[in-house]
């Protein structure tokens, strides 16, 4: 599969070249509203929500420990990104997300931890089957929207969550100094 990326979805052959002044190597997905950026490590996030609620699970080891964030994770070996975070769901919180929608993508760059350098696509659903539960590696909990603990989420989280969770569409880059500080940030609603 080849590597370039969809601001949310790896290439494959129904991608369609866009030729721009900008950059060479664009293209368009149909399940996606954006386009090919250069290539990037990609991850996803999976956002349940119901009602004027949103899960979110407490980091228990790895990347963001210690931190609220949703469930997601990277694809595995020419996996697609929408299957990625319907798997990552299923093995973090024990539940099938049935309809899910793209709302967001977020390029992460780390100024003195290039290897950390990843591109998330964010994903909201509400509809599922089961009941989310604690795994090894995340402890769901809901929060009322208006009760969301940006304190103890990733410093980014204020800036486009909400954005999203009004209904609005994202496409945001974050570039991250020593502790987690914020050096640079650009949000666009699409």
């Given at each position: 599969?080849?590597?370039y990326?969809?601001?949310?979805?790896?290439?494959?052959?129904?991608?369609?070249?866009?030729?721009?002044?900008?950059?060479?190597?664009?293209?368009?997905?149909?399940k996606?509203?954006?386009i090919?950026?250069?290539?990037m490590?990609?991850?996803?996030?999976?956002?349940?929500?119901?009602?004027?609620?949103?899960l979110l699970?407490?980091?228990?080891?790895?990347?963001?420990v210690?931190?609220?964030?949703?469930v997601?994770?990277?694809?595995?070996?020419?996996e697609?990104i929408f299957?990625t975070?319907?798997?990552?769901?299923q093995?973090?919180?024990?539940?099938?997300p049935?309809?899910?929608?793209?709302?967001?993508?977020?390029?992460f760059y780390?100024?003195?931890?290039?290897?950390w350098d990843?591109?998330?696509?964010v994903?909201?659903?509400?509809?599922?089957k089961?009941?989310?539960?604690?795994?090894?590696?995340?402890?769901?909990k809901?929060f009322?929207?208006?009760d969301?603990p940006?304190?103890?989420?990733?410093?980014?989280?204020?800036?486009?969550l909400?954005?999203?969770?009004?209904?609005?569409?994202?496409?945001?880059?974050?570039?991250?100094?020593?502790?987690?500080?914020?050096?640079?940030?650009?949000?666009?609603e699409?």
């Open positions: 599969m080849n590597p990326v969809l601001r949310h979805t790896v290439l494959s052959d129904a991608c369609i070249p866009i030729s721009t002044p900008w950059q060479s190597k664009l293209f368009y997905h149909p996606s509203f954006f090919v950026k250069s290539p490590r990609q991850a996803t996030l999976l956002f349940l929500l119901k009602e004027n609620q949103i699970a407490m980091k228990k080891r790895g990347f963001g210690g931190r609220w964030n949703s997601g994770g990277k694809p595995k070996d020419n697609d299957d975070a319907i798997r990552e769901t093995e973090e919180i024990n539940i099938t049935l309809d899910i929608s793209h709302v967001a993508t977020l390029d780390f100024k003195n931890k290039s290897e990843q591109q998330v696509l994903f909201t659903t509400h509809e599922w089961g009941e989310p539960s604690e795994s090894e590696e995340m402890n769901p809901w009322n929207i208006k969301i940006f304190e103890s989420m990733w410093p980014d989280d204020p800036f486009w909400p954005q999203i969770l009004s209904g609005k569409k994202v496409n945001a880059s974050f570039t991250f100094g020593d502790n987690d500080i914020i050096l640079n940030k650009e949000i666009h699409i």
